[in-house]
Structures are given as C-alpha cells and as structure tokens.
C-alpha cells in the first residue's frame, strides 16, 4: 500500500478530509472510500462500476489500452499455447503454476470427481425437452448443494478445496448431460482414461452404441478455448459470484449465480449473437451492404463480436485464438459451409477497412469461439454452456480468494433515491 492520499470536502460543514490511494502491483491507482459516507456524508455513482475497485485480486490483469491480459503474471498468449487447461486451473487455484507431480495428482484427483451422482438422472428428466441448456446448467449445478451438503463450512479451507475440485469436475459432465438431454440421447459416462477436453467430447458425442474418438485437432482447440475463457477479472458473472459468495452462500448456489449472470447475451450470450449475425447476412455477396448498416449510426444492425469493452486495442485472446480458428476450418470436416466464407469475408474488412480500424473494432475472442465450436459440431444453444464451463475455474479461485481473505464482508451497495419523498397513507375510500 501508498501513502498517497487525495482530499475532499464535506458537502455538510465544508471540513476536509483525507482518502488514501491504494495500489497494486500493476495498473493505475484506487482511491479508497470506504471512510467518504461516515466522513463527509458522500455516497458515490458510478453506473456499472466502470470505475470502481470492489476487491482486491492476485488472479488476473487486464490492461485494455495495452492488450494485456496475465493469468497470476503469466501471459495468455504463453499459457494458451504452451499449458494444458488444467495447468491453467491448477494456476488459477494455487498461484503458482504445478510441477509435474503436482499436476498428474491434480488431474488424478479432477478425473474421480467427474462421475455424478446417479439420482441426478431423475432431476434431468424434470426439465422440458427442449429446456435450454443453460437453464438445464443452472439448476442442475445449484443442485449439487443438495448432494454435497455435509460438514458445509465455507470458512474451512479443506471443504473450500474439495468444493472447487467438484465444480471443476462435474461441470463438463452436466454441461454434456444437458446437451443429450436436449437431444434425446442417452447420458454418456465420463471416461477415466481421457483427457479433460477429450473426455467432454466423448460425453457429447459417444452413445451406447457407437464409439467416440476425439480428434487431437478438435481436443486442442477446446484446451485452447477454455485457457482463453477461464478468467477475466471482475467481470458481471464473477462479480456475481463473489457478491454471492460474500454472504456467505454454499459455492455451488454462488457458481450457479454466475451461471445465470453469464447467460445474459451482453455476457456469456455474445458468441451466439455472431453466429446469429452470421445468419442474417446470409451470404458473401451481401458483406457490402451490412457493413455499410453497420456504419449508419441510425440503423439498428450491429456486427457482433467486434471490439469490446474493456480492449481498447485488439483482444489478446482473439490474436491466439484466431490461428486456430483458420487451422480448424482448413482441416476439420464439419467446416466446409458457406458460413465460414462469411466470417472470413467479416474478418478481412474489419482488419483492413479504415472505418474499423480507427475505431479499434476488432474481432474479438466471441467471434472467432463460435465458428469454432460450430465447425465442431457444438450446437449454437451450447455456446454459453461451455463459456460456463471453462469460467467455473475463473469463478472458484475467485471464490476461494475471497472466503480466504479476513477481511471479507458482505457485499452492500447504496444507491441514489430518486422516489416520491416521505408521504402519509391515504385510506382507500379517499384516493
């Protein structure tokens, strides 16, 4: 901590008092206010918090100006190509990235926990044919807290451990539930001899009478996917968890809030809108006449999964990401469609096109992730099931660091009131 300080003035009796700044090890400064109310009889504003600390984090930083985004220090651009997602969540967890028994024991100790508990078949069946998976993630993920209810001390550090190694496990096997579900297949199993990103593949698309065998190309994108999607900082779906969570709250009710929080399209709900997009333009031929659209401030149509933000400067993710979005429409069998032709055609002017470009409107990770998934034959409702899924990481280290921190309390924002002032009942026979 600085001791730098700024000064204000009460708008009560004009006396002046001094707020410290705080400081991390990167990024600009925070003006400490939790003394401005008591002091000097000041609330703040700031709509969507665009300029407010809520915590303090050791787990991921942003510099959108710069394009930068570190996991515990490490760049994403090294951990996406170099690092297996559950090195990375290993990292997230403990801060510090495993060594190489540290992660086999790891990865040995996420794989028991994969399997679900058999009565959750029942639950599944509940839910409408056609229920979105989401909402399927949601509930059945809130449920756990029903399963997993014994000796429940958020404050103890071991039922903390536990708690996250289930989440982390069980999560990509309801995420693959809720899709057979929707589809009207059998639930498949999770395989003990598989590989994270493998195991889920076979779970979405093996069936009891026919085998599933992931391709290495379509298992490393996914590993790439889910290491570019697992943090983000104090994002609207981890704010969510950790306000959740400040209460208190079994980590299983707080994931499934941010669960819900996610699947708003202006979070979680963005790739989806691309391939939507996609759809509408419907073809190469008509890329003129929709970006021209979207030049027109006065019409409505938007091109989704362009800029954002927090990036000022082009998405991190999107530079990694990108490479292997070229690689699997080259390669996997699934991606010979128009579609892609399109989204190509979508790239390429954005990059070049000097409207876009000094705008800073960039292809963004969501843009690039659901032309992946597609062309891996993940339907467009899954798009925000396996945001989820790779953010559950994200979300219980968040977690986890703040049921650690002593200093934790529950979270409590003021507002501005802008209603009637005090006024008396009226009988009802007087109105």
């Known amino acids: 901590m600085t001791e730098k300080s700024v000064t204000i003035t009460s708008h009560q009796d004009g006396s002046e008092h001094e707020l410290p700044l705080r400081e991390g090890t990167l ?15 000041f609330f703040t504003y700031d709509p969507g918090f665009m300029a407010t600390a809520s915590c303090h984090s050791a787990i991921t930083y942003i510099d959108g100006e710069q394009g930068v985004l570190l996991y515990r220090g490490y760049p994403i651009d090294q951990l996406a190509t170099k690092a297996s997602f559950l090195e990375v969540a290993y990292l997230l967890l403990y801060s510090e990235l495993p060594s190489e028994q540290e992660l086999l024991d790891f990865e040995r100790v996420i794989t028991t926990h994969t399997m679900l508990n058999e009565n959750l078949k029942n639950f599944l069946d509940g839910f409408h044919y056609d229920a979105h998976p989401m909402a399927i993630l949601c509930g059945v993920v809130g449920s756990l807290s029903a399963f997993y209810h014994e000796s429940i001390d958020v404050h103890d550090p071991h039922y903390r451990e536990v708690s996250a190694h289930r989440l982390i496990a069980k999560v990509p096997t309801i995420a693959a539930a809720a899709y057979k579900h929707n589809v009207g297949e059998p639930i498949m199993y999770p395989r003990n001899d598989l590989r994270y990103g493998a195991n889920f593949l076979h779970m979405m698309f093996a069936t009891p009478c026919t085998d599933y065998e992931p391709e290495l190309l ?19 779906s981890t704010s969510t968890v950790r306000l959740a969570g400040s209460s208190g709250a079994n980590p299983f009710a707080c994931v499934a809030a941010g669960i819900a929080s ?16 996609l759809h509408q333009i419907g073809d190469v031929s008509n890329v003129p006449k929709y970006i021209d659209k979207a030049k027109d401030k006065d019409d409505p149509f938007r091109l989704m999964g362009f ?8 998405d991190p ?15 996997m069998p699934g991606a010979n469609s128009p579609l892609f032709d399109l989204a190509l055609k979508l790239e390429e002017i954005a990059l070049h096109d000097e409207y876009f470009v000094e705008r800073k409107l960039y292809p963004n990770v969501d843009f690039y992730s659901g032309i992946i998934y597609s062309a891996l034959g993940i339907p467009r409702n899954m798009f925000t099931v396996m945001f989820a899924l790779a953010r559950t990481v994200g ?37």
């Open 262 to 277: 996610l699947w708003g399209p202006a979070h979680g709900g963005a790739n989806e809108a691309v391939l939507d997009m």
């Open 395 to 431: 979300w219980v280290s968040h977690w986890m660091e703040m049921m650690s921190d002593p200093a934790n309390r529950i979270g409590r924002p003021r507002q501005i009131y802008c209603g009637p002032q005090q006024r008396d009942y009226v009988p009802i026979s007087k109105r």
């Open 317 to 331: 993710r999107a530079k990694i990401i990108r490479e292997v979005c070229h690689q699997v429409l080259e390669e």
């Open 307 to 314: 800029g954002h933000r927090v990036y000022k400067n082009y």
């Open 218 to 236: 379509a298992e490393k994108a996914l590993n790439l996917l889910f290491i570019l999607h697992a943090d983000h900082e104090q994002n609207a």
């Open 27 to 41: 990024g600009p400064p925070a003006v400490d206010i939790s003394s401005l109310y008591r002091d000097a009889g």
